[in-house]
């Protein structure tokens, strides 16, 4: 226990073994106490470095943190303590959550029910304990439906200071994560969310949480400011949507838990992802998302300017706010909210006609730059250009980006902000104009500056949208020194090196796979997109790589990837790829063992002619036995079929050349498609 309680609170000291022994228990009362007893004062480093001119009558159109904090101020909770008979009653059933050697399911749901029995009047306190609180949240996880509703009952009216408690906050995450999947039972079996229960009646899960909505309105600015409520506020926004708070991933998934929670579920082999094994969207009521509307209005529209603006700098709040403009519905109200939102974190901007005008810009221009550069607000500057209406898009590029690219780009933080914008340009006429305003000096610059991502979203977005294709490519060539002899254009790439840098490589440096760039690999990915003219810089220099170390490629998480593009390109012609396939022969059975050459087979075999095909599988079959009895061999055996091809030869062969026939068919239909697409 000692370990999973680490990780809810960074200030706890290292102790020796001795200590944890004989000091667990009184630590535990003296880190409730200090819970209970501290007040909620701000942490003044969230506070923004604005860039705005000393102007004083400026000073009250952003509040600082400490204004945050004495509007919103509210205490946590504190229900008393646990009696130490109680406290060691739920420490001992622990094991037993742990363990879940129950000999049926309804073994396990009589032991969930006779343990809320015994703590029956003591949720609350175990909710706001130190230590409980861990193991309450494994109780949740192996309670049924009624046993959910029956505990969510129990918190009822204490919504607030529980969402602002170090401790109970995270049972209410987990609490509300499971009880979506309830909302989504009870939608499918026509329980309704407005018709309120009786009294002694119990209430439907979605009643309960509707209820907890009406709770924040008052204080849902203030929630999403402190740091334990936020991140419930998050999950609730996910419930009410019919959003799987288990399918978020990457950065988003940072927005719904904590650091430490999400480290403490992967050091548990813990995940959420348990609850729900189907992958389908949660069925919620109208009123959910008329609730979520709700709570939207009261941020977007309700709240005062000089708050929603001190919100987008905010580094608790302003992840929410993004997750409020990446939520939004497609209809017409949605994208009203979303429009609403957008103009009043950036002063107005949507709806003023002519935005380069001197006044009354002069504080929106500097409040923008306090966006661009500030490490919390550009993430949200981030989300901006990506969910903006074109026409917005268009106006907010040339107001402030245009003639700006290199020196944002350059910024460690804004450069990221000029990712977002580049990837997410509109028409190929405004990425056009960005790749116009970006020299090969700026390509270099950003290159040798780290810069990487620029470059990459700039080739991705060439790709995408098909255009200025050969600029860009040309351009990079030119950066990377290689205009004259791109031989060496993979060399470079894969490293993110110009030509000078590479040949001031180690022998040993550059035979290290391991200095590849993820960016770089990217790169080359998203060049392998384009058709034949632009790609064959990165063909011809990868088949010009000695076969040992293409090979090697293979078994690399970053070359891998760009080796597999190489393979599975539709613009690389027949006869490079039966090459490239014919140089893996004698490997393919230690690249099906490999947790990235596996890939590497499965790509080749989705692009093999029948004949290659037979070459394959003559390999394959000859280590069958060894491959059936690894756990990535045994899925490639699946995927080339290769039972049925010892036992019905022939009938193998018509499958894979019917395969054949299908691919080619739809290569046709695309190819027609993307003709008609570009006329």
């Known amino acids: 226990m000692g370990k999973a309680r680490s990780k809810r609170n960074s200030r706890r000291r290292t102790r020796t073994k001795e200590e944890n022994d004989h000091a667990d228990d009184s630590n535990n009362d003296t880190q409730q106490q200090q819970q209970n007893q501290e007040p909620d004062q701000p942490d003044q480093t969230d506070a923004p470095a604005f860039y705005m001119d000393d102007q004083p009558e400026q000073q009250d159109l952003v509040m600082t943190t400490q204004d945050l904090h004495d509007k919103y101020h509210f205490q946590a909770a504190h229900y008393g303590e646990l009696e130490e008979d109680m406290v060691g009653y739920f420490k001992g059933i622990e094991a037993k959550l742990d363990d879940q050697d129950f000999d049926s399911a309804e073994d396990q749901r009589l032991f969930v029910e006779n343990v809320y029995s015994e703590v029956e009047g003591n949720e609350l306190r175990l909710a706001t304990n130190y230590s409980c609180s861990l193991i309450l949240e494994k109780m949740l996880k192996i309670s049924d439906h009624f046993q959910l509703r029956v505990f969510m009952d129990k918190l009822a009216g204490q919504t607030i200071p529980l969402f602002a408690h170090r401790f109970a906050s995270h049972v209410c995450q987990t609490l509300l994560t499971l009880a979506a999947h309830v909302v989504d039972q009870e939608v499918a079996e026509g329980v309704s969310a407005t018709e309120r229960s009786k009294p002694g009646e119990l209430p439907s899960m979605q009643q309960m949480i509707l209820d907890m909505c009406q709770d924040i309105r008052p204080m849902i600015g203030g929630l999403i400011t402190q740091q334990f409520a936020s991140h419930v506020v998050r999950i609730l926004l996910f419930v009410l949507s019919g959003k799987r708070v288990d399918e978020t991933h990457g950065q988003a998934k940072g927005k719904l838990r904590t650091k430490k929670s999400s480290q403490y579920k992967t050091s548990k082999n813990d995940s959420l992802a348990s609850v729900g094994k189907d992958r389908r969207s949660l069925r919620v009521p109208a009123a959910f998302l008329d609730m979520f509307r709700t709570l939207t209005n009261d941020l977007a529209v309700k709240s005062e300017d000089s708050v929603i603006r001190s919100l987008s700098a905010h580094k608790v709040a302003s992840p929410v706010l993004q997750l409020l403009l990446e939520m939004q519905g497609k209809d017409a109200e949605g994208k009203k909210v979303q429009a609403i939102l957008v103009d009043r974190l950036l002063w107005g901007f949507v709806t003023d006609p002519n935005p380069g005008a001197d006044s009354p810009t002069s504080s929106r221009n500097a409040w923008f730059q306090t966006l661009v550069r500030d490490t919390v607000a550009s993430h949200l500057l981030e989300v901006i250009v990506k969910v903006v209406s074109d026409d917005v898009y268009d106006k907010l590029y040339k107001t402030y980006f245009a003639g700006r690219l290199e020196k944002f780009g350059m910024n460690p933080v804004s450069n990221f902000v000029i990712q977002q914008l580049i990837s997410h340009a509109r028409t190929p006429a405004q990425l056009k104009a960005m790749v116009d305003e970006l020299p090969a000096k700026a390509f270099k610059n950003f290159i040798v500056g780290g810069k990487h991502g620029v470059v990459r979203s700039i080739v ?71 058709p034949a003219e632009q790609n064959s810089v990165v063909v011809n220099s990868f088949l010009s790589l000695p076969r040992q170390t293409s090979l090697r490629w293979c078994y690399t998480p970053v070359g891998s990837r760009a080796y597999q593009a190489i393979v599975s390109s539709e613009s690389v012609s027949e006869k490079i790829k039966k090459k490239l396939l014919k140089d893996l022969q004698g490997d393919y059975v230690r690249l099906s063992k490999d947790k990235f050459g596996s890939h590497i087979v499965e790509a080749c075999w989705g692009v093999a002619d029948i004949n290659m095909k037979e070459k394959i599988a003559q390999e394959l079959v000859k280590y069958e036995h060894d491959l059936s009895e690894h756990h990535l061999g045994k899925c490639i055996l699946w995927t080339c079929k290769i039972d049925l091809y010892k036992r019905r030869h022939d009938d193998w062969v018509e499958r894979e050349k019917g395969i054949d026939r299908k691919r080619d068919m739809f290569k046709d239909i695309l190819g027609s498609d993307k003709k008609r697409s570009r006329s």
């Not at 993979?490 to 035979?511: H, P, Q, S």
Request: charged residues 25%; proline residues 1%; hydrophobic residues 40%.
């Open 460 to 530: 991705e977005s060439s790709a995408n949208l098909q255009a200025c294709q050969k600029q860009v490519i040309d351009t990079l060539l030119e950066a990377l020194g290689l205009k004259e002899d791109p031989k060496q254009t993979v060399d470079c790439l894969m490293r993110m090196r110009t030509l000078d840098g590479w040949n001031n490589m180690t022998d040993e440096d550059k035979y290290n796979l391991r200095l590849f760039h993820i960016q770089g690999s990217l790169i080359v990915q998203a060049i392998m997109k384009m």
